[in-house]
């Protein structure tokens, strides 16, 4: 009877470690394998009958894993977590328990669970970790190395066109600016001044489209006493003579009359210019850049603008694209003039993606310009600490693109600031955890930081810990 009673326990005790869908070793203390359950020999794709009866010091010899947690146990005589690696590239989280009797190490009782997944989920993290570390560091290099005079850049159009400008601008030639109002042909232009050899003189900035007609020859060129009506008894340098040594940068230069075209274009010959009223000339050393949004070779057919001069100052042509050609630009910029009206108008607003992603979608005829208008528009408009889609004008949500689909292919949870999403992928990944993993102290071995931070993690998202069956 007692015979029976033994046997009928044992069976169950076998049922019990049978049905478990961890993997279950018992060892003796000196090693040896005495049983392994079914899940086991699937976790680790091995057959009970080749393990059995042998020592684990054995099977780590051979490679079936990397390393034994049972020797580690013999060794510390204490409980012992490991993650382990097997020859067919699993990871299994691994522990083992001592079982002491009359105070001797008995055996050895080792749970594993296949932690393959989980581990390359952490894996990608640390990955995405890395990479977002790394774009943050290019982002900076990128703000430094496009940064003069608050011109900001990262797309490749404007990479080509700032490599250009640092070729010209070591030679000492006239540069001709192209392009659309506000794309920032007068932070080119400072650039270019900046890169030459040049920069320790003036950099002088003319718009002809700005000044009187009768009032531009003597910006220009300046004038003598008694030159005319009004002038100053001791005359007045123009702003070439301001510019010697430097650089003169003539904006909107198809404004400028025929007949100071024709004294633009002695000069650029010759290196010579006289003031207003005076019979002398004067030498000067100055570089020119000119610029214009116009279609200057239309203003050639008709007559507008002189052929000669034109050739003349277009030795080095530079096209600024408009900025819905260089649309990668405009996170950057955004994140830029955020930071600047911030501290102009003492507030500390961020910028939802959802409102990036509207403005990536608009054609942007005002160009930078009306991309920093805008920025600061919202940021003083703005009466919460994000700016949102309803903070966003309606002639923008008018004037988006028939391809504005926001977040297509995106996940729910991508919208809001870098640190919003962040914070909903932990979130995710620490729900996934809690369901496959026992306890928090194993969720905490498979991340890498201690238990108390997986429950104040687990309690900042308010994750409840999952139901098991009994």
């Not at 030498?283 to 052929?307: G, H, L, M, P, T």
Request: include cysteine; glycine fraction near 6%.
């Amino acid at each position: 009877m007692a015979y029976k009673s033994i046997k009928h326990h044992a069976d169950i005790l076998d049922a019990i470690i049978e049905s478990s869908y961890d993997g279950l070793w018992i060892c003796d203390a000196n090693g040896t394998v005495l049983k392994i359950n079914k899940a086991s020999e699937r976790i680790n794709e091995i057959r009970a009958e080749d393990v059995l009866g042998r020592n684990v010091r054995d099977l780590v010899d051979e490679g079936l894993f990397n390393e034994s947690v049972t020797l580690k146990v013999m060794e510390k005589n204490k409980p012992v977590t490991i993650i382990q690696n097997l020859k067919s590239g699993k990871q299994l989280l691994v522990t083992g328990n001592p079982i002491f009797i009359d105070g001797k190490l008995k055996y050895i009782v080792t749970n594993d669970r296949d932690i393959t997944e989980l581990m390359r989920l952490k894996r990608e993290l640390e990955e995405s970790r890395k990479i977002t570390k790394r774009y943050y560091e290019r982002l900076q290099e990128v703000l430094d190395e496009g940064k003069s005079d608050q011109f900001i850049f990262c797309s490749k159009e404007m990479k080509t066109v700032f490599e250009t400008i640092k070729r010209v601008s070591e030679v000492d030639v006239t540069i001709f600016l192209q392009g659309e109002s506000g794309v920032g042909k007068n932070h080119v232009a400072r650039m270019i001044h900046k890169y030459s050899d040049r920069s320790d003189f003036p950099f002088v900035h003319v718009n002809c489209g700005a000044i009187p007609e009768n009032l531009l020859e003597s910006e220009l060129f300046g004038y003598v006493k008694g030159a005319f009506t009004g002038a100053k008894n001791e005359g007045k340098p123009g702003m070439f003579e301001m510019a010697n040594k430097g650089t003169l940068f003539l904006d909107e230069i198809t404004e400028m009359p025929l007949n100071l075209q024709v004294k633009l274009l002695h000069f650029l010959d010759s290196g010579k210019m006289k003031r207003v009223g005076d019979v002398a000339t004067k030498e000067i050393s100055v570089r020119i850049i000119a610029a214009s949004n116009r279609d200057v070779k239309e203003y050639v057919k008709q007559k507008k603008f002189r052929e000669d001069l034109f050739f003349r100052l277009n030795i080095v042509p530079i096209t600024i694209p408009p900025l819905r050609e260089r649309k990668d630009d405009i996170p950057l910029l955004m994140a830029h003039f955020l930071k600047i009206f911030n501290k102009k108008h003492k507030k500390n607003l961020s910028i939802s993606t959802k409102v990036i992603d509207m403005f990536y979608h608009y054609h942007f005829p005002g160009n930078i310009r009306e991309l920093s208008n805008l920025v600061e528009r919202m940021v003083v408009m703005t009466k919460g600490d994000k700016i949102t889609e309803v903070n966003v004008p309606n002639y923008i949500l008018e004037g988006l693109t028939n391809d504005f689909t926001p977040f297509a292919s995106s996940p729910p949870w991508a919208m809001g600031t870098l640190r919003d999403t962040i914070e909903k992928l932990e979130q995710e990944m620490f729900k996934t955890l809690l369901e496959q993993s026992k306890t928090q102290q194993e969720m905490a071995e498979i991340l890498g930081i201690s238990q108390p931070t997986v429950a104040r993690k687990l309690k900042k998202y308010h994750i409840l810990p999952v139901k098991r069956g009994s």
